[in-house]
């Protein structure tokens, strides 16, 4: 069965290895949305990218989203790729009819956006246990949290430190984790 995504960037923009996920996700039978939340900007570090998030404003990002998620359908699958996780969860949280939500290397506790998980929407969450923003930041006490009080909630820790370390075309690759990261997508997709 195939599956309606709505596939969030992280905060360097919509890279090479943001479109490569989206086609490996389309060559897997799913539809594939990729707004692009920055307006056409893609930064060389994450340091520009998230400071640029910051001038525009982390609101305006999810607003962003929120838009381009206006004229979809109600069944959507929200990913949320670090900076992503922002407008993805939000839409999964709160726009009707979400089919399920992948969550990578960011998850903010549900309160931000209500007052708990949906039930019935079932969510990932993938990150490297010492990642410095993931693990260290508080998302992976967040996500631990959501899943100890989500029925259909998993967690998927990765052994390393990269922040990104599923885009193909950035020094923070890790092709093994990555790899095991698309095939527990794909085996989630393929579950809805």
Request: contains cysteine; negative net charge; proline residues 5%.
């Amino acid at each position: 069965m195939s599956a309606e995504i709505l596939l969030f960037h992280h905060a360097l923009g919509v890279t090479a290895g943001v479109r490569d996920l989206a086609e490996a996700l389309r060559r897997a039978g799913h539809t594939v949305h990729v707004p692009d939340l920055y307006e056409g900007r893609v930064f060389d570090s994450l340091d520009a990218g998230v400071a640029y998030a910051q001038e525009v404003g982390f609101g305006s990002i999810v607003e962003r989203g929120e838009r381009a998620a206006g004229g979809l359908p109600a069944g959507l699958v929200y990913v949320g790729w670090s900076l992503g996780v922002l407008p993805a969860q939000k839409l999964a949280q709160t726009r009707p009819g979400a089919k399920g939500a992948l969550l990578f290397e960011s998850c903010v506790p549900p309160t931000e956006f209500g007052d708990a998980w949906p039930q019935g929407v079932p969510v990932q969450i993938h990150g490297m246990d010492a990642d410095e923003i993931f693990a260290g930041e508080g998302d992976l006490d967040a996500a631990r949290a959501l899943v100890a009080s989500t029925a259909d909630a998993e967690l998927f820790l990765y052994p390393g430190k990269q922040h990104l370390f599923a885009d193909n075309g950035l020094p923070s690759y890790d092709e093994r984790a990555a790899a095991l990261l698309t095939e527990r997508v794909l085996a989630f997709l393929g579950r809805l």
